[in-house]
């Protein structure tokens, strides 16, 4: 995609509904979630200190957005969401919307300008060559799960997307966590989720729901786990199988997006 096939306009009301099923396909590799609505969008196109653009294709597709605030008294400009379609080259389109941002910030002189890598690590393919210095800071996320089944199924879309990866095998999934299970049956590249089945499972992954939402967030490895003894697989795989589908399920590298509070 060139630059005459990439229109970069400022985001309206009327994108709403587009941006949130484009922020959907998006955010399929998300470790959550990170909520979003058609108010959401709408919201960010009221507030007259947050800058909304979008990146449109040549037919009229929105294929990218960005959000972001400028507090003009403090000079301080910060970028939150950069949003692409995942068949797009998120680098190219990421650039044109952040030149975009940044020049605004720029011109109504601003004197600081971060945007967290923590939301997405593909901002590192963007932001360093815009200028940005690199920053390590430490942030410290307290997750509480209160309700098991509630938690289970908002991880869903994350194990749809990751059973799907997983390639030669096919059947019932039990993510078991506690005393409660949630069922996935994969065929080929078809995944259905479901809260109970009388059949038998041809796998069931046994996990507490401290380890679950380690191994999510990139906290402790799936190997650490699975030899400490804190995840079980049943009934016994190879050793092979089972690091090959505990792997899909929990990759080392994770793309971690929280809403903040």
């Known amino acids: 995609m060139n630059d005459a096939k990439l229109e970069v306009r400022r985001m309206v009301r009327e994108d709403a509904k587009e ?3 484009l922020h959907a396909r998006f955010s399929q590799q998300y470790v959550g979630p990170l909520e979003r609505n058609v108010e959401h969008y709408r919201r960010a196109v009221r507030r007259k200190d947050w800058l909304s653009w979008v990146a449109v294709s040549r037919k009229g597709k929105i294929v990218g957005y960005i959000t972001a605030v400028y507090m003009k008294k403090r000079r301080y400009g910060r970028i939150f969401d950069i949003v692409v379609d995942p068949n797009l ?6 650039k044109k919307l952040a030149e975009k941002v940044y020049d605004i910030m720029v011109e109504g002189n601003a004197a600081n300008i971060v945007a967290p890598t923590m939301v997405n690590p593909g901002y590192e393919e963007v932001f360093p060559g815009m200028g940005f210095f690199k920053m390590e800071m430490q942030e410290v996320i307290m997750v509480a799960v209160n309700n098991v089944p509630r938690f289970l199924d908002e991880i869903r879309p994350i194990v749809t997307v990751r059973l799907k990866r997983l390639g030669g095998w096919n059947g019932t999934l039990e993510l078991k966590c506690g005393e ?3 069922f996935y049956h994969k065929d080929g590249d078809i995944v259905q989720r ?3 089945t009388n059949q038998d499972v041809d796998c069931r992954i046994l996990v ?3 380890t679950l939402v380690a191994l999510l ?3 402790t490895t799936h190997e650490a786990a699975y030899a400490e003894g804190k995840i079980q697989v049943e009934p016994a795989l190879s050793e092979g199988k089972v690091k090959e589908m505990l792997g899909t399920l929990f990759p080392r590298r994770q793309f971690v997006a929280f809403n903040f509070w």
């Open 194 to 196: 479901f809260d109970w």
């Open 19 to 21: 941006l949130l099923e």
């Open 208 to 210: 507490d729901q401290h």
């Open 180 to 182: 409660h299970s949630a």
């Open 89 to 94: 080259d998120f680098g190219y389109v990421a």
């Open 217 to 219: 967030l990139g906290v």
